[in-house]
């Protein structure tokens, strides 16, 4: 099934306490719960916690990425170099039937008794989800062909339910998982990290990185023929075949020979195996492709990148599914439904559910400039009107906003402009890679009933665009800056061209429908309960458009034009004294 209901309306437990009746009705015997993101994972821990306290008897474990919960990550995952994975198999068992004793097992608790019993957290929390009914864990663990549970899906993985949260992010997600790269940049970075840590090594990934430089030089010809330095092909040419397999072989002789004493701390034989398993997942997808995938080769200065890119992750998606007891997919923002069938690889028995918005319509306002040009040739000069509706909405009422820009460039050019024109406004702006505390900071300033006005700048399609859950005042109104189609890049345009020969809607998949998910996951960040109130700005000329506004969902069907600053300020004062 693939559905779509309204953000804040209850689709974690609308979707899992179904298929909990399920494990007793149907005959299956475990649920995976897939979700990419921390704050999904809390609200399904929460929500097991709430229906426990309801007597619910049911073992649930969330899994956490190897990388994230590894006791020694500066050490080889080995018994000789890990005192965790050191006579693992003697205390696990002990381990395990202690920690039994519990019915939900977190991070924190999967820590805790992993030093208590000197057990690799990692290893643990896979034998604890053999025991356990209902698994959280990230999309990879089901689909990635290089790291999926083979424990599970290798064996009976009829007896699976699967609940697939925010769905719509699993089409650039199966795109990446079914994708592979070989960096020449990284090949040679490699090789410098590994000087005088074994020959042979050093030596393949010397032969490795002069292949890749043949073909830098092709590349470079084609540049001076103003072919953009790109060479499409529909296989990986067999000479890249050949030295990627030898350098595995190379690298795999390594780690087999267990004549040579390997040094417990040596960070080199880290780096090692971390490649080895990027240049085997290239040679796996490469084993598993099909005519949904392209290979090319492009430069960029001294690097060239070669890819074999999945244009189209839907035939391995609905491979899985037809393994699977039943799986349902659902988002907030699942539009054009049609979009998603075909890109998310919905066998044609499924249902979809399109569900409305229950909320009074009373609390939510949308309003659309459509006369200001939002497309890129445009847009700059466009930024004194842009400023001035900025600060029309927020004139309305005190309070907390959000400004969604297309880019951090176009937001510092408009904060230059906003900051001259406004200096006492409260900003808070999105950086580059920020890290998990900053964002916690971020998000913080959205305190209720404020006394000045907060004005957030983030980006779209960013950390602060979705899965932000700032309910009540905390948050009383969005603007929207274009339609947010994706930047113009290569692979865009090869997505493009497939989905053109295939269903004649190239720029729709490409470009369209991804961008629109994007506007619809921000405008989403405002009403969050019945109790909510508040207002949605959009701002393009593209809003107005006929091939636009059929994708609005229900809740969006009264909208008001405003065109001018004053009209804007207007109707939101008006909104704000109904309240």
């Known amino acids: 099934m693939l559905a779509e209901a309204p953000t804040g309306t209850g689709k974690t437990i609308s979707v899992l306490f179904p298929a909990l009746k399920a494990l007793l009705a149907s005959g299956a015997k475990k649920i995976f719960y897939l979700t990419a993101k921390t704050i999904g994972r809390k609200t399904v821990l929460d929500t097991m916690v709430l229906l426990q306290k309801q007597g619910l008897e049911l073992r649930t474990i969330a899994l956490t990425a190897k990388s994230k919960i590894c006791p020694c990550p500066d050490r080889v995952c080995s018994p000789k170099a890990c005192k965790y994975a050191k006579g693992f198999f003697d205390r696990i068992d002990s381990a395990i039937e202690?920690?039994?004793?519990?019915?939900?097992?977190?991070?924190?608790?999967?820590?805790?008794f992993s030093r208590l019993h000197q057990v690799c957290p990692f290893e643990l929390?896979?034998?604890?989800?053999?025991?356990?009914?209902?698994?959280?864990c990230d999309f990879n663990y089901v689909f990635a062909p290089s790291v999926y549970?083979?424990?599970?899906?290798?064996?009976?993985?009829?007896d699976f339910i699967l609940l697939i949260d925010e769905g719509h992010n699993l089409v650039a997600r199966g795109r990446n998982?079914?994708?592979?790269?070989?960096?020449?940049e990284e090949v040679l970075r490699t090789r410098r990290k590994l000087k005088g840590y074994n020959q042979a090594i050093y030596r393949a990934l010397g032969r490795l990185n002069r292949e890749l430089l043949s073909w830098r030089k092709k590349c470079e010809k084609l540049e001076d023929q103003d072919k953009k330095g790109v060479i499409l092909a529909e296989a990986i040419p067999d000479s890249i075949l050949d030295k990627v397999g030898k350098t595995l072989a190379v690298f795999e002789n390594e780690f087999m020979d267990y004549?040579?004493?390997?040094?417990?701390?040596?960070?080199?034989?880290?780096?090692?195996?971390?490649?080895?398993?990027?240049?085997?997942?290239?040679?796996?997808?490469?084993?598993?492709?099909?005519?949904?995938?392209?290979?090319?080769?492009?430069?960029?200065?001294?690097?060239?990148?070669?890819?074999?890119?999945?244009r189209d992750p839907a035939p391995f998606l609905a491979e899985r599914y037809s393994q699977?007891?039943?799986?349902?997919?659902?988002?907030?923002?699942l539009a054009p439904l049609e979009y998603f069938r075909n890109s998310l690889g919905i066998l044609p028995e499924s249902t979809s559910q399109v569900l409305s918005s229950p909320f009074p319509r009373k609390n939510f306002l949308l309003l659309v400039n459509d006369r200001i040009r939002m497309t890129y040739k445009y847009r700059r000069q466009e930024i004194p009107r842009v400023v001035d509706s900025i600060l029309a909405m927020t004139a309305g009422k005190t309070g907390n906003y959000i400004i969604y820009f297309p880019s951090y460039g176009y937001m510092d050019k408009v904060l230059q402009v906003l900051r001259k024109q406004a200096p006492g406004l409260d900003l808070l702006v999105q950086k580059p890679g920020m890290s998990e505390s900053r964002r916690e900071d971020f998000l913080a300033e959205f305190i209720a009933n404020k006394s000045k006005t907060l004005l957030g700048c983030a980006v779209m399609g960013?950390?602060?665009?979705?899965?932000?859950?700032?309910?009540?005042?905390?948050?009383?109104?969005?603007?929207?800056?274009?339609?947010?189609?994706?930047?113009?890049?290569?692979?865009?345009?090869?997505?493009?061209?497939?989905?053109?020969?295939?269903?004649?809607?190239?720029?729709?998949f490409a470009y369209k429908?991804?961008?629109?998910?994007?506007?619809?996951?921000?405008a989403g960040r405002v009403i969050r309960s019945n109790k909510d109130r508040g207002v949605v700005f959009l701002i393009d000329q593209r809003f107005g458009k006929a091939h636009y506004r059929r994708h609005y969902p229900e809740h969006w069907k009264e909208y008001r034009r405003v065109r001018r600053s004053y009209e804007l300020e207007s109707a939101c004062r008006l909104f704000w004294q109904e309240d």
Not at 125 to 136: N, T
Not at 177 to 184: L, P, V, W
Request: aromatic share 12%; net charge positive.
């Open 125 to 136: 929390s896979l034998e604890l989800a053999e025991h356990s009914d209902l698994i959280i």
């Open 177 to 184: 998982m079914f994708s592979a790269s070989i960096s020449k």
């Open 324 to 333: 699977i007891h039943s799986s349902v997919i659902f988002s907030a923002t």
């Open 149 to 158: 549970l083979k424990r599970f899906f290798d064996f009976n993985p009829e």
């Open 259 to 310: 004549t040579k004493p390997k040094p417990k701390k040596d960070p080199r034989r880290i780096t090692a195996r971390n490649y080895y398993f990027e240049l085997l997942k290239f040679i796996k997808i490469n084993s598993i492709k099909g005519k949904e995938h392209v290979f090319y080769l492009e430069k960029e200065g001294r690097e060239l990148k070669a890819r074999l890119f999945c």
């Open 462 to 508: 960013g950390i602060f665009s979705e899965g932000i859950d700032l309910s009540g005042d905390r948050l009383i109104g969005a603007a929207v800056l274009t339609v947010s189609l994706p930047g113009i890049s290569l692979e865009r345009n090869l997505i493009r061209d497939y989905f053109d020969e295939k269903y004649n809607k190239g720029f729709q």
């Open 513 to 522: 429908y991804p961008g629109f998910n994007r506007v619809l996951q921000a």
């Open 98 to 112: 202690d920690i039994l004793e519990h019915n939900i097992f977190d991070r924190r608790l999967i820590v805790e």
